[in-house]
């Protein structure tokens, strides 16, 4: 049956308010209106971010919305003066937009299209409308994406055409979770050959950013989580040692410093936790390290340090999807993976079909999953 042109009513997963599980819902998702793709997703990762938005964490939420920004599908139709995807394109939604026209877009060295902020809630398309509803219920959308639906609407500065021969399970961690973490190590921090890293967190983008390290050639890859059951992969994936805070007496910049001479050339925190930021900064060298932030720390949060850390030569920075511009890199990571230049496999521990979701949230939370994947 056609579709285009009329509205379609599916199944999406609608989170009310916060601190509530999501409800599979009946929805209805209008027709793409002018420079917009309407996207029937195929396959969706569930990323720790989508979960700050159910914990309350990030302050100008709106909602209700529709959560997932890491995904792949196909175009369903597209509206007036479209150009760069059509019906029938594998697809990979982008949080972050690259509209090629804006300061931000015309900066060499940024990744930030001034068009759709990331930063800004608004849930709303460029239009300040909203191409959902539920129950007569206007349902905002989430970072310019939504993919826990069968059908979103985005703008085409929010969506780019991948290979034809891409795998859509493997590919839609290439719209956040491996980009982010692999682009913080390659691309924000340019990790070089015999390098020494330090990774917090090993969840999907920590892993990744290992991933990153071990092909820029770091010598060293030091691990960090509080939970040991992490361990395994991310040796698998490049690390050469894996330490817990947990089993030390000491704070953990120190343990890091001690076993590095001093400290590493480049550390990444990816967890959102404003401590933990600090231990990175502190477990660089304090002549010529790097600490880069990737972590999404509460909205309140604030980040204290001494300024005498950074006037003997560290550098602190941060990365939102490893400073990739979206539309540039999305197809050249995914012509990466079918080439075989990187693996993304060994991110996706669990496959639930789609009415699981709240099932995937709560593997994340009990830290038992990296990437859940859910299908259609
Ligand atoms: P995750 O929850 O799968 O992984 C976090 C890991 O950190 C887990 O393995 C935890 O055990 C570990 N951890 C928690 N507390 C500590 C601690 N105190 N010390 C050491 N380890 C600890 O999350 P994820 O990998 O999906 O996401 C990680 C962060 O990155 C999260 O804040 C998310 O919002 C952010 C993110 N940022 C971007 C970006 O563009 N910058 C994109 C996507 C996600
Ligand atoms: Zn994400
Ligand atoms: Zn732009």
Partial sequence: MDTTGKVIKCKAAVLWGPHQPLKIEEIEVAPPKAHEVRIKIIATGICRSDDHIIEG?????????ILGHE??????????????????DKVIPLFVAQCGECRGCVEPKSNMCCKAQVGQHTGLMLDNTSRFTCK?????????????????????????????????????LIGCGFSTGYGSAVNAAKVEPGSTCAVFGLGGIGLSVIIGCKVAGASRIIAVDVNSNKFAKAKELGATECVNPKEHENPIHE???????????????????????????LSSHFSCGTAVMVGVA???STLSFSPLLLLTGRTVKGAIFGGFKSKDCVPELVSDLIAKKF????????????????KGFDLLRKGESIRTVLEF
Avoid: R
Avoid at 57 to 65: R, T
Avoid at 151 to 161: H, L, S
Avoid at 258 to 271: P, S
């Fill in 298 to 300: 509460p909205s309140d």
């Fill in 71 to 88: 995904a792949a599908g196909i175009v369903e139709s597209v509206g007036d003066g479209v150009t760069t995807v059509k019906p029938g």
């Fill in 57 to 65: 964490l990030i302050q100008d939420s709106k909602y209700p919305l």
């Fill in 136 to 172: 007569g219920k206007l349902i905002h959308n989430f970072i310019s994406t939504s993919t826990f639906t069968e059908y979103t609407v985005v703008d085409e500065i929010n969506v780019v055409k991948i290979h034809d021969d891409a795998p859509l399970d493997e590919a839609c």
């Fill in 255 to 281: 343990v890091i410093q001690k076993m590095t001479n001093g400290g590493v050339h480049y550390a990444f925190e990816c967890i959102g936790n404003t401590d933990i930021m600090v231990s990175a900064l």
């Fill in 343 to 358: 693996k993304v496999d060994g991110l996706v521990t669990h496959k639930l079909p789609f009415h699981e979701i709240n």
